[in-house]
């Protein structure tokens, strides 16, 4: 696949994914209510995003970086809330 297609296709993938966390973690951060977040989905989700964005420095991929990045940093804020709900 040439490396323009591919970049037609991975930004707005990598724009829509990311977006799709902002209302959870908006929601968990204003009500802190995550009783209905599983902290296993989390954890494993967040570190599988984490590889993703590792994947993606590696193969010097734009869009796969930037959203994993972003991506990262929101589902790191569910989690840290969930695993601080405990407290």
């Known amino acids: ?10 930004y707005p993938a990598a724009i829509l994914t990311t977006v799709a966390f902002v209302p959870q973690a908006r929601k968990s951060w204003r009500t802190r209510d995550l ?28 869009p796969i970086i930037i959203g994993n990045g972003i991506t990262l940093a929101l589902a790191a804020v569910v989690l840290w809330l969930k695993l601080n709900e405990r407290r």
């Open 1 to 10: 696949m040439s490396g323009e297609l591919s970049e037609l296709i991975g």
């Open 35 to 62: 009783s209905g977040i599983s902290l296993p989905m989390y954890a494993l989700f967040t570190l599988g995003v984490a590889f993703w964005l590792a994947y993606g420095l590696i193969i010097a991929s734009t």
